[in-house]
């Protein structure tokens, strides 16, 4: 507002109309800037998981656990979709709420990358052998200790038993969560457990 004074003030002419905001910066809404540009914090979590833990934890290999996530990717990007992921912004909704961040956010916050590869910086010979690569790229990530709900006693007291002391930090936290569920999510999928527990869940005896 006394940006658009000064110029208002300082302009020789007659400024007709003027707005502090033209939807160009697409808050609360997912657009190919928060993708290409960011808003936030931009921040990249990744991960090698063994061959043996993804069988045994996840119940698959790497080598099919990353052929399933390119495939999902690769559709992903062919609809149009702006957020290369799984279910990022399930994650988010429920830290966000948690830590008192406005969770309207997450419309820009899931403009997201997840990528799932072969590790093969041991030189692994056999690609069904090697361990696991994860990492997820969130470029657009609105989260903050301060403003809004952040100071009700509630989300300070989380703050608190995470010892989160800044904003980056909270950052950190969202990203490794956010791929912990990829990881949950693509693997029950590629191994056939999504739809299993689906089904057993809502046809009990």
């Known amino acids: 507002d006394i940006v658009m004074q000064y110029m208002r003030d300082k302009y020789p002419g007659k400024i007709l109309e003027m707005y502090v905001e033209g939807g160009f910066n697409a808050d609360k809404r997912v657009s190919v800037l928060h ?38 990717n690769r559709t992903n990007e062919f609809i149009g979709g702006l957020s290369c992921t799984a279910h990022v912004a399930n994650g988010l909704t429920a830290f966000f709420i948690a830590t008192g961040n406005d969770p309207a956010c997450v419309a820009e916050s899931q403009a997201a990358v997840t990528h799932f590869d072969i590790d093969n910086s041991l030189d692994c ?18 989260v903050a200790i301060v403003g809004g709900g952040t100071q009700l006693p509630a989300f300070r007291a989380l703050r608190s038993m995470m010892d989160i002391q800044s904003a980056n930090e909270l950052a950190e936290i969202c990203a490794g969560m956010a791929l912990a569920g990829e990881l949950s999510f693509y693997s029950a999928m590629e191994s056939g457990e999504f739809s299993h527990a689906h089904w057993s869940m809502t046809h009990k005896d």
């Open 125 to 142: 010979q056999d690609f069904h052998q090697c361990d696991l690569y994860a990492s997820i790229t969130l470029n657009s990530l609105i």
């Open 35 to 72: 993708t290409l540009l960011g808003k936030g914090h931009s921040i990249v979590a990744d991960v090698v998981i063994p061959h043996e833990v993804v069988k045994r934890v996840l119940h698959t290999t790497p080598y099919r656990l990353q052929r399933f996530q390119k495939m999902h």
